[in-house]
């Protein structure tokens, strides 16, 4: 257990004395195991238990400080943690005469809760969302048409800034990194794409982490780029770039140029930079962090970390071949993943109708001649595919044949190489 992890005092105590039922219930192997949990020695904790014994267990107040009451730390567990609603009520309460500010208010809860002050509801709170609400954040987000329930992906992406249409006045298929690789693509509403936007949106109307996994090239980070596109555009979206095995500095740095905060000032400074990110994490919005099988456990128990403070708003969603086989190995973060969505390759009974809208070279293509080449080929890979429509479009430029038959698409298959 690493020393971010270490037990507080009021938690250490707290447990002992639940199992704390008279003379010697308590053993000595309790206490060292809670010792090595807490990062400090035996006797320390004894000394612990003993003064708790005697009534000292509850947070005490620094001489002129402020500290939250019973009867307003129950109303705050009923909001689910919302330390900003809770000052707003005491604002409005006439009764108080001293209301603190809201960043002291913040710092009281944090301070009672590292002392072991239980706040039941705070966890929990975040995940449950009402169904009506659900449906309504599910509507806003037009991830189903009224009365039918089917997620819509057929809406035209939007352009971006730098993308210029080609002379159909087609969009370029790339999506904020991801090349498709020839002229003229366009990103297809297929099956396994609808299935990523309902999870992407459920996961963020939740607000709560999902995983996107499967085999490379399949089209994990463009169908999770459409699902975020069909977001609504009050509803940021923060894309981190991870490194190859990244260190925790790195991974700091990334989180916090992608929430636009000055990374270069604050990357080094742990305990400044871990609060910038909670004080961002409290809007609304969704993480995307692709290629998460990058991620070491330890680095997977930082974003844990950072999604157990009883503010954070944002949703999660983590993407990559192999994902979910590194998550694993982070039983902490593992057990808080909230969907989990395995994309297939391309349907096979749609695969000519699906090139046909990915590219015009594919129009007028015999299935028998695209059944062979994902047979011999491509098997479901749209990378695959994608790099066959990249040959094939440069064969028929070249030799001003109309289309593409089983002579020009044999020899775009024959460039892909031996390693398929």
Known sequence: MSEAEWLSRGVVVR???????GQESVSALHVRVMAEAAGVTPRTVWRWLSEARAGRLDPVARPGGFTLNDQQWNRLAQMGGNVAALHRQMTKDDSLENV???????RTVRRDLRAGRPLESAGASRARVEPERYDRVLAELKLQRPGEGVPVVDAEPAQPAAAVPDENGSQPATRSGVRLFVPGARVVSTGPVAAVVEVVGHTAAARGIGCVFGEPGVGKTVAVQQALHLLPSRAPVWRPVVGVKPGLPQMRASLLDAC?????????????????????LRQPGVVFLDDAQRLSPPLLDYLRLL?????????????????ER?????????????????????????????????????????PADVEWADATVARGNFRTWA???????????????????????EQACARLGPYL
């Open 15 to 21: 447990r002992l004395l639940e199992v704390d039922q």
């Open 100 to 106: 603190p500010s809201l960043g002291t208010l913040h």
């Open 260 to 280: 636009g905060l000055p990374a270069a000032s604050l990357a080094h400074r742990a305990q400044a930079a871990d609060r910038a990110l909670t004080e961002a």
């Open 387 to 409: 790099k066959i429509t990249s040959h094939l479009y440069a064969l028929t430029k070249r030799s001003q044949h109309p289309g593409a038959d089983r002579s020009l698409l």
């Open 326 to 366: 590194v998550i694993a190995q982070a039983p902490a973060l593992r057990s808080r993943v909230l969907t989990w969505h395995q994309v297939t390759g391309v349907e096979p009974d749609r695969l000519s109708e699906t090139l046909a809208m990915f590219h015009d070279v594919w129009e007028g293509a015999q």
């Open 307 to 323: 999604w157990d403070e009883p503010g954070t708003a944002a949703a999660l969603v983590l993407c990559g071949a192999g994902a």
